[in-house]
């Protein structure tokens, strides 16, 4: 299916776009996390959306961060079994990723998990998504990220899921602790610059990259600590939509491919992860490349930003084990390779992982 999503970045944009939200279908399946959606009143304002339409709704609410091929089946299965005729994906970029999965998966003739990973049909019951967080850009993108437990790392599915609907309010944001803000907006960040870094760039996502780093620039400081108003969380979901537009066209690249098994096995967040690795990876482009990064970004050089990430997340160095299996991974993934704009041998990805 190709993009063609209607995006309210806004807010109340749930209520405001309750209509829309409710002509999607007769009876919806509310895909969410344990808990944090019941806290920050995004559920409560989807209910209210379709209960004022009067249109049914069952909730699954078992996703847990970086969801599973098995939990994505599960309610894949239920949604059938309760007739829901489309998703709701409600949360983090785990509640979006699992939504676009499950809105695949439930309109299959059977809802084998080969069929996540195979074939190029993109068709998916109509589907809206609502983040709660600032980072994975999710809700424009057409990634479906799962933990897939055989391999010991996450993986895309193959089909371009892009939603129908993507109502974006910087208000969920408010309950968000300055960690889980810190977490999705350097995710956002890093898509912002693995999308200008990256081979498939092109004059429209540069112009949007220049956007999304002038936005998050903007709101930088609140990831030091600074209070933010409400003009600045949606600002910061704003910024984030827009890093997931970048990538949308573009992809990641080597630093996101780096970053799965030390989140799957050191339980590092995806944002902090992804980060561990990314002055490294400027570190490897052209210096006029390197430049507009740091400017944009406000670092006067790569060892700036490097100290700042320390001292947000602490210096704390990956075992080798780990990044020697990060690397090992990373060279299987030749696609991932040819986006960035350098030879990425092996001796570079060791560069980028050993960047100090
Ligand atoms: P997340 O894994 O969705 O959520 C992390 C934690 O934050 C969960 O405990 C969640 O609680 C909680 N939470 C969510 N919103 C909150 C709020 N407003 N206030 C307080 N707590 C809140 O985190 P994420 O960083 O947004 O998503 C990461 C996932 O997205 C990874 O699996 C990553 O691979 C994927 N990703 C996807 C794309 C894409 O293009 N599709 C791009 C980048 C990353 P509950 O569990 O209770 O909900
Ligand atoms: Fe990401």
């Not at 002055?279 to 490349?289: D, F, H, R, V």
């Amino acid at each position: 299916m190709n993009e063609n999503i209607t995006v309210y970045s806004e807010r109340e944009a749930v209520r405001n776009h309750a209509d829309e939200l409710a002509a999607l279908g007769k009876k919806a399946m509310i895909v969410t996390g344990g808990s944090s959606s019941r806290n920050n009143g995004s559920l409560d304002d989807v209910i209210s959306a379709l209960s004022s339409h009067g249109t049914e709704y069952v909730i699954f609410d078992g996703v847990e961060e970086n969801p599973s091929v098995e939990t994505v089946v599960t309610a894949a299965v239920a949604a059938r079994e309760n007739n829901a005729g489309f998703i709701i994906g409600v949360g983090g970029g785990s509640a979006l990723d699992a939504a676009k999965a499950i809105a695949f998966l439930a309109e299959k003739e059977n809802t084998d998990h080969k069929l996540l990973y195979s074939g190029n049909d993109d068709s998916r019951l109509p589907l809206a998504l609502v983040p709660t967080t600032c980072g994975t850009g999710s809700e424009v993108t057409p990634v479906s990220v799962l933990t897939v437990s055989q391999l010991g790392t996450k993986k895309s599915v193959s089909h371009r899921l892009f939603p129908d609907l993507a109502l974006i309010d910087g208000k969920y944001l408010k309950t968000a602790p300055l960690t889980l803000i810190r977490n999705t907006s350097l995710d956002a960040l890093t898509h912002l610059i693995e999308s200008r870094l990256n081979t498939k760039a092109d004059n429209e996502s540069r112009r949007i990259v220049d956007e999304g780093l002038q936005m998050w620039r903007s709101t930088r400081e609140v990831l030091e600590g600074k209070p933010a108003d409400d003009e600045m969380l949606q600002t910061m979901m704003k910024a984030s939509t827009i890093a997931g537009r970048a990538i949308a066209l573009t992809s990641t690249t080597l630093p996101h491919g780096l970053s799965y098994p030390l989140t799957i096995r050191r339980n590092i967040p995806h944002g902090k992860a992804v980060g561990y690795f990314i002055a490294g990876y400027i570190a490897e482009c052209e210096k006029s490349e390197q430049r507009y990064v740091l400017d944009r970004t406000g670092f006067s050089d790569i060892n700036e930003l490097q100290a700042w990430y320390k001292e947000l997340y602490g210096a704390e160095k990956a075992d080798g084990g780990i990044l020697n299996d990060a690397i090992e991974l990373l060279w299987l993934n030749k696609p991932k390779l040819k986006t960035a704009p350098f030879n990425a041998d092996l001796d570079a990805l060791r560069r980028i992982a050993e960047y100090t």
